[in-house]
């Protein structure tokens, strides 16, 4: 029934938005690997008519870092084609006037460079790993504490990921922490804030009917992008558990063993 | 009119209980400083016909030492009439049979000397400070997410504290944080749990409605004893807030300016 629903919507796409880690390469040491057949299904949906952005939670990182991995791994992305937190967080620091203190992973601090951080109004916590030291947690909390109105960003809301020596803590458990100590919500920017997906829907100049997301995480992808009004597609590879099939309340458009027959499908349907 | 409450009742006592840090004495450098009159208030209470028991959160210390160092301050208190949660933990380990892995601090590690901890089946977290290192959270988290039901205690479920250099974590936050990576509800043991205080209430032999707490902390120590069923006393030292008096759900029985005030009406009550 579910997959009727989606590929009855297919000749109505402009665009299509993928999630990155476990649909186009699974990480692990060194650059990862990518994911069989993904290489040349983003060349092929390149190739069509059809609109093409990225979309990751990815914060250990600056985009450019990121994206030259993706092209050791074979695939021809450009930064300009990714969205990712700490641009989109950058952005509304700018427009609210805000200067961050900053509780991320060194190699995303450069993306930050161009924003005012003297005298800290707000916090920023990403997926920092080992800077989140009790001494360094502590400093965000007592940053937040000090504020009349504590406003703390937090770049996802993911538990935990897995990496080749076993499962990490993500951000969003810190953010529960920090949310705890000061009393206060935390304001999630990238996945699956509906104003994350609304940037990349606003990027490409089309309506959410008009976009369909694909990827492997059911609440952060497929329920993010169902919440502002797209479709959501789940493939079956990276963190996707048969489970996710009888989640009680996220249900996906459609489900397909990876991103290549997604895109074998979606080109199918299109007569391309 | 709570003043009244609370006055009227002091004939039916039979024991009291006092926290113990911001009641009797303030921390600080070293061992900190006894808060004025509260060395003889103990005294006066020991000597009269009430039972007289001590209640602390501290998870930073073994009893011996942190009595010992009550002590030095003046106090004359033994092991036996405190209790702290490390040991009602131990209690309850050894009632289920269940084997911790421990996050404290490395001084309250003597605790569980007695404590069977290889193979774990449960996760202890108390306020481990700088213990709280990303690699150790970790390493908690991947214990309880590997157990089949995962279960975590922790030892108090406090936000922040203040030292001598600032506003610090506590262990509420943490226990906040693996609740979320796991999604599991911590079981609290120490204030304000209702099973701490029945605990010392059955070492006394008496009935919540024969026992009065004393303490600084609204919510922790007046309101967990209220919860079981205890009168509680707010005194106007260590973390007292004005604040506190007009709480939206806590609301004390009694308010003094401190212990010895307290002592004074309370055996002046009682003819003594």
């Known amino acids: ?10 000749r109505d796409l402009k665009g299509v938005v993928l999630d990155m880690c476990g649909v186009l390469y699974d990480s692990g040491e060194g650059d990862g690997v990518a994911i069989d057949g993904s290489i040349e299904a983003v060349k092929r949906l390149k190739a069509s008519d059809l609109q093409l952005r990225f979309c990751t939670n990815e ?19 450009c930064v300009d084609e990714v969205f990712s937190p700490a641009p989109a967080a950058v952005t509304i620091l700018k427009e609210r006037g805000l200067r961050p203190h900053l509780l991320v992973h060194d190699d995303v601090v450069p993306e930050f460079d161009a924003v005012e ?19 360094n947690l502590n400093k965000a909390f007592q940053v937040l504490i ?38 206060v919500e935390a304001e999630v920017v990238g996945k699956p804030s509906p104003v994350f997906f609304q940037s990349v829907l606003a990027d490409m100049g089309i309506q959410p009917s008009q976009a369909l997301m694909i990827g492997d995480d059911l609440v952060n992808d497929v329920g993010g992008a169902q919440s502002c009004g797209m479709r959501g597609l789940l493939v079956k590879t990276g963190k996707y558990r048969p489970s996710d099939e009888s989640h009680p309340t996220v249900k996906a458009d459609g489900c397909v063993d990876n991103l290549a027959e997604a895109v074998d499908i979606l080109l199918k349907h299109r007569g391309q």
């Not at 029934?1 to 297919?10: L, P, Q, R, S």
């Not at 250990?60 to 021809?76: P, S």
């Open 1 to 10: 029934m579910a997959e009727m629903d989606w590929k009855h919507t297919i």
């Open 59 to 77: 914060t250990q990182a600056t985009r450019e870092k990121f994206v030259a991995k993706l092209g050791r791994l074979g695939f021809d992305i």
């Open 117 to 135: 951080k003297t005298d800290p109004n707000c916090v920023i916590i990403g997926d920092a790993a080992d800077n989140f030291s009790y001494q």
């Open 146 to 183: 000090g504020l009349e109105k504590p406003i703390l960003f937090s770049l996802g809301r993911g538990r935990y990921y897995k990496e080749m020596d076993g499962l990490k803590l993500d951000v969003g458990v810190y953010m529960k922490a920090l949310e705890y100590a000061c009393d």
